[in-house]
């Protein structure tokens, strides 16, 4: 008879193991599906007429909430002993008695639907097997009160569960147990998990590869000290958060540095840690900066410092700095010329810094667009700066060949790309709330069902399954992850491998090769893409740094953070917060607006041009850090029949002011008649494109009379000829006396002088000269130092 029960394909072990098991459920069915159907059971309970406050009573299976904290090992062999621990709480509101917990082993599932379907069951559905060793492991409870918990654990070993061949088993735990209204036997409440199967090792491994990610979001913004080394200015330290001990980004290094992984890094992350770990501010809520703390310094410096340990001699793969986002780029950018011009740049600007800061040369060959997701815009916009390899997904590059097991991951899909597409039900694992340690171990057993499940679709051949997780997974997510994957590593149906070798692997002749249409582009994706108006935006910020660097000395103080600016303005994080994200946008455009409106022209008043020709000063100021050149100030009449520049309708000259200086510039002008003239200056670059705001003055232009001029022409001759009569009459005076000198006295004379024939003294007698009148008053008043009328008088 026992050879009897020996089926083909089987050892007789468990074949008789496999019979033992059936038997067990097919007498153990009626029992609890008995239980199920008492009074007491959901349906009943559904269908009586109980008020609705009543039906919110925990009744039937959902009396009591079981929770799993912990299953050891998690594949175990058939030597070891199998431990569930966990803990049971009383959710009615009477009290529980004669309880007990127990273990039961369901038949093995056929695929990873089934997988799919039992962690989605909530109540009993008959598949759940016969207890494990009836009474023998049982963890009996007298009472539970209302509200109450209990803590147990099943140690059983696993030669006992009756497992048979390779596969994957549901492991169920129930409570068993009467309530004071139902003094009877039923199930209370139950929790599945999955047990992964395979005492021997395959003919054929399963390649694994996971993919982690060290991704954060935007933290710094495009705002810098004017000093040499340029301090930069964080919106916020929560980087300090992530990287600190505990924090997340510490723990991802930190597991990650142990792990069989390929490193997804965002550069941005390390250079933002790089920026941190020297002297930072951070802006304050009044719009100052306030100096980053040494303490906070140190932690920057510890975490890089071990990521540069982790990753050494590793494969890393690098993304465009700050992970734009690929499928907002294509769906919304492309409609909005140098949108996608950026990509390049921000992947030459991943490897220095990586190069850099962890002293490494990534691989910048992939692209991966935001879960996953694809469609030939997509495509094209990730392959359009260089990259061979996108990643995708798997419900989004879904199968429609039918194919009975999982595909290799990697597909060619034409014109030398290849899409890598990552297992869904994998990559998204680890993506729910992992805080507890119940959800924790469901989740990890879960994972290592699923991969043995794919092993053993096809075990005769060799496939390569990549695993994209969440781009920033919490804290516990991350330790979650890490547990799944040591897990896997030990499991004899797998095998690691990189994500660069895992992309070069020989595609699956019958997967699906062909790229989903827009139209299947989930529509939740969407909804979070930047819209066309942010990459307007982005475009405006280009534009005016573009014209800013060109009058700049030393432009690489400027291109270089506001550059990074704009990548970190496009990145995959933003998705999900339009307000945030725009409000980042502007804070961008208004600080380079801020910049360039440092270099002006410093206003004028009204200027008074008295006579033919003059000269008049325009000043341009500079207030930035750096000297300005290139630029050409442009001098124009508005009535170029009335006023001339330089003898022209304008002119121009060239403009170069150091950092911190203002310089005055003067223009010739001629005026061909009177009257007020407006004259406008502006900052011109090397290619005329205007810059700035230009100014506006009037210029007076006064004509002299010709009669005044007469008038002062006469006033001058009369001036002259009094000048000379002035010098004849003392001339001759001078003479007369030195010729009485020479004589000296006449004897008779009584007084020593000669009388004329009359007696008279006359005119040249050499007597008292007649009085002359005296001179005329000057016309022109001594220059006055007051300041001049509300125009201003220009240098002639």
Do not use: C
């Amino acid at each position: 008879m026992a050879d009897a029960a020996d089926f083909q394909g089987m050892s007789p072990s468990p074949a008789r193991r496999w019979l033992r098991r059936t038997a067990a459920s097919v007498v153990g069915l009626p029992l609890l599906a008995g239980l199920l159907a008492l009074p007491g059971g959901t349906a009943a309970y559904a269908a009586s007429g109980q008020s609705t406050a009543a039906k919110a009573e925990a009744t039937g299976s959902r009396t009591v909430s079981v929770s799993i904290t912990s299953l050891a090992p998690q594949i175990p062999s058939e030597s070891d002993t199998l431990t569930i621990s966990g803990q049971i709480r009383n959710d009615s509101s009477q009290t529980v008695t004669d309880s007990s917990v127990a273990l039961r082993v369901g038949q093995a599932l056929n695929s990873r639907t089934q997988i799919d379907s039992a962690a989605r069951a909530t109540a009993p559905t008959g598949t759940e097997g016969a207890l494990v060793g009836g009474d023998e492991y049982l963890q009996k409870f007298e009472e539970i009160p209302p509200k109450g918990t209990k803590d147990f654990q099943l140690s059983i070993p696993v030669k006992d569960l009756d497992l048979g061949g390779d596969g994957v088993y549901q492991l169920a735990v129930t409570v068993t147990g009467r309530t004071d209204a139902q003094q009877y036997d039923q199930t209370l409440g139950i929790e599945r998990t999955f047990l992964p199967w395979q005492p021997e090792a395959p003919d054929e491994r399963t390649k694994f590869t996971f993919m982690w990610p060290l991704i954060s979001r935007t933290h710094l913004t495009a705002e810098t000290d004017s000093d040499e080394a340029q301090t930069p200015v964080f919106k916020d330290e929560d980087l300090i958060k992530e990287i600190a001990p505990g924090g997340r980004l510490e723990r991802m290094v930190a597991e990650g540095s142990t792990l069989p992984v390929t490193w997804v890094i965002d550069p941005d992350l390390v250079a933002s840690a790089a920026l941190m770990a020297q002297p930072y501010n951070v802006a304050g809520p009044d719009g100052t900066a306030v100096a980053g703390s040494k303490e906070n310094r140190t932690i920057a410096r510890n975490w890089l410092n071990s990521l540069i340990k982790a990753v050494k001699d590793e494969k890393v793969v690098a993304l465009p700095f700050a992970d734009p986002d690929l499928a907002s780029m294509a769906h919304g950018g492309h409609a909005v010329n140098g949108s996608l011009s950026h990509l390049k740049p921000a992947t030459e600007a991943a490897v220095a810094t990586l190069k850099t800061e962890l002293h490494i040369t990534p691989n910048t060959d992939f692209a991966w667009p935001a879960e996953g997701a694809v469609d030939p815009s997509i495509i094209e916009t990730a392959t359009s700066a260089g990259a061979s390899y996108v990643i995708a997904r798997s419900d989004s590059f879904e199968e429609t060949g039918n194919l009975p097991y999982t595909p290799t991951a990697a597909r060619p899909i034409g014109d030398g790309t290849t899409a890598v597409v990552a297992d869904s039900r994998l990559s998204k694992a680890f993506q729910g709330d992992m805080t507890s340690g119940e959800k924790s171990t469901l989740a990890v057993q879960q994972f290592l069902a699923q991969s043995l499940m794919i092993n053993l679709q096809d075990p005769d051949q060799q496939r390569s399954i990549v695993i994209a997780p969440q781009r920033m997974p919490t804290t516990t997510q991350a330790v979650s992850m890490a547990a799944a994957i040591r897990a896997l590593d030990t499991a004899g149906w797998s095998q690691s491998e990189n994500l660069t070798a895992a992309a070069k692997e020989k595609p699956d002749p019958g997967a699906t090769t062909e790229v989903p249409p827009a139209g299947e582009y989930p529509a939740a994706l969407r909804k979070q893409e930047m819209p066309q108006s942010g990459f307007k935006e982005i475009q405006d910020i280009q534009k005016r740094l573009d014209g800013f660097k060109l009058i700049l000395t030393r432009p690489e103080r400027v291109v270089v953070p506001f550059g990074r600016a704009i990548d970190r303005a496009l990145s995959t994080s933003w998705r999900g917060l339009p307000t945030e994200a725009h409000a980042y946008r502007e804070s961008v455009s208004t600080y380079l607006k801020g910049l360039t409106e440092q270099v002006a022209l410093i206003p004028k008043s009204e200027a008074k041009l008295s006579g033919r020709s003059a000269t008049i000063p325009v000043t341009v100021q500079n207030n930035l850090a750096q000297g300005v050149d290139n630029l050409r100030l442009r001098l124009t009449s508005t009535k170029k029949n009335r006023l001339k520049i330089d003898g022209e309708d304008f002119a121009e000259q060239e403009v170069a002011v150091a950092g911190g200086h203002a310089q005055s510039f003067k223009f010739s002008t001629s005026a061909n008649a009177s009257g007020p003239v407006y004259v406008v200056a502006q900052l011109v670059t090397a290619d005329g494109t205007t810059y700035g705001e230009a100014i506006s003055f009037k210029v007076n232009v006064t004509e002299v009379p010709p009669t005044v001029l007469a008038v002062i022409a006469g006033g001058f001759l009369l001036l002259v000829l009094a000048g000379l009569r002035m010098y004849q009459q003392r001339k001759r005076v001078a003479a007369r006396r030195a010729e009485e000198q020479d004589d000296g006295p006449q004897d008779g004379s009584q007084d020593g002088s000669a009388d004329g024939p009359d007696g008279d003294t006359g005119p040249d007698s050499g007597g008292p000269e007649p009085e002359q009148p005296s001179d005329p008053t000057p016309d022109t008043a001594t220059e006055s130092t007051d300041p001049s009328g509300t125009g201003e008088r220009v240098d002639r």
